[in-house]
């Protein structure tokens, strides 16, 4: 018996009804971008490896850990399944000159992919929704995405999100913390665990970030990069953060809030929920002015932000917001195959119209091999209540009939099903486009 071909662990189908909710998720995004005047972006999935490495830092988890890499048995060269989209955004922008006529703002969505334990709202495929304003330095462009995404809160109508804010400063700045930081965990080292001293050299402001309980009051009582930053970084958080008071936004300055990748500088923010257990963060981003020029573009400043749709959605069905799937506007009742041609050349021009159909058909099941062929003259396609029952089932609105009388006659019948159940009309098959719109939604 030959084995039983599944998804990958942590890659995961996406199934009606379910997908529903993706599809409004993602017609809502598209209202908000185009509402801040952002373009849509769509890079590959399959970059190659050192963009990921020079881009994300190559002493950072996503690369020493989660990234799905592996070399192209073709021409030997080392790929990556994207785990982020950001560093694919500033490759294309690069590769294609997009900055040459001005700063661009960019959306995208999107599958990413990162080998962790698979848990609630995080696998290894997982999908996000990100913005990108790349070619603009000043910090009302941060606050503008903020913004955004609190805009987007808004209009879910999730509750219970807060927003953490912190500057990273500048190179020179970070460079002064950094020292600090090493003077201060080396005097501790005792407390630290293997990873943090693995990269107390090579990345000491990534300890911050760490989750291991033992050592939250030591990182609590380290070196803080707000103490270190200049009058620039200072005047640009303080900017950012006018224009969230002024819009009525609520913040908190969280100093340990550095992000999981070494591109950030000045600005980074989160949107956290304590909804989801462990993986409370549902959006995150920030400021990363010096990316472009690491990746051999031309100097260029640039800030963004990612949201984890698995989360939005999580939180979307906890709190009962997710919206009803509704039906098509009609359903077809077709009691014989007789007439079907006739049938299928209404249908046709009533979805041309915009009305959105579905046709009750007979269904074969079994092998295919050995499954008794369906008459395509029989008479029967079903019951006219088991067609009707379907249709009520189906959500649709109204259900039209195709009764042998109403087409020798070159008519249908129009039953309502919902508003008004029961009520019935009839109407020529000849003057369809006079009487389509009154079955749209």
């Known amino acids: 018996m030959s084995q039983k071909l599944t998804a990958v662990k942590g890659m995961n189908d996406l199934l009606p009804p379910e997908s529903h909710s993706w599809v409004w998720l993602e017609g809502v995004v598209r209202g908000i971008m185009n509402r801040y005047a952002y373009s849509n972006i769509r890079t590959p999935i399959v970059e190659p490896t ?10 950072t988890d996503i690369v020493e850990k989660e990234m799905y890499s592996f070399e192209d048995r073709l021409n030997h060269e080392q790929l990556t399944l994207r785990p982020e989209a950001t560093a694919g955004v500033v490759r294309a922008v690069i590769e294609h000159n997009l900055l040459y006529e001005g700063g661009k703002r960019l959306y995208y969505m999107g599958p990413m992919f990162r080998h962790e334990r698979p848990q609630r709202g995080r696998y290894r495929q997982f999908h996000q929704i990100g913005a990108e304003a790349l070619g603009f330095s000043l ?8 913004l955004m995404a609190h805009n987007l809160w808004n209009e879910l109508g999730l509750k219970n999100i807060k927003l953490e804010l912190n500057s990273l400063g500048e190179p020179a700045e970070r460079s002064l913390h950094r020292a600090a930081l090493i003077e201060y965990f080396e005097s501790n080292i005792e407390v630290l665990d293997e990873d943090a001293k693995r990269r107390l050299h090579s990345n000491p402001l990534r300890i911050l970030d760490t989750k291991n309980p033992s050592m939250q009051e030591l990182v609590e009582k380290a070196p803080k990069l707000m103490d270190f930053l200049g009058e620039s970084s200072s005047a640009h958080l303080a900017k950012v953060c006018k224009i969230l008071d002024l819009n009525g936004v609520t913040y908190s300055i969280n100093s340990r809030l550095v992000r999981g990748m070494d591109y950030y500088n000045l600005t980074v923010f989160e949107f956290v929920t304590d909804q989801l257990g462990s993986q409370g963060t549902i959006c995150g981003g920030g400021r990363y002015d010096y990316l472009i020029s690491q990746m051999g573009g031309k100097p260029s400043p640039a800030v963004g932000w990612a949201i984890g749709v698995e989360r939005v959605l999580e939180l979307l069905k906890d709190a009962n917001l997710l919206p009803s799937i509704e039906g098509p506007d009609v359903f077809a009742v077709v009691p014989s195959s007789r007439d079907i041609e006739k049938v299928m050349q209404v249908i046709q021009k009533l979805r041309v119209k915009g009305v959105s159909v579905q046709m009750h058909s007979p ?3 079994g092998n295919p091999g050995s499954a008794k062929p369906i008459d395509a003259d029989a008479d029967s396609r079903g019951s006219m209540k088991s067609q009707f029952k379907r249709a009520d089932a189906s959500g649709a ?3 039209l009939i195709f009764g042998e009388d109403e087409l020798s006659n070159g008519l249908v019948t129009i039953k309502t099903l919902r508003d008004g159940v029961g009520l019935q009309r009839v109407e020529a098959l000849s003057n369809v486009d006079d009487w389509a719109s009154s079955l749209k939604s």
């Open 50 to 59: 050192a963009l990921f490495v020079r881009g994300l830092g190559e002493v």
């Open 363 to 365: 269904s074969a099941s």
């Open 139 to 146: 910090p009302e462009v941060d606050a503008e995405l903020i």
């Open 397 to 399: 609105k109204f259900a």
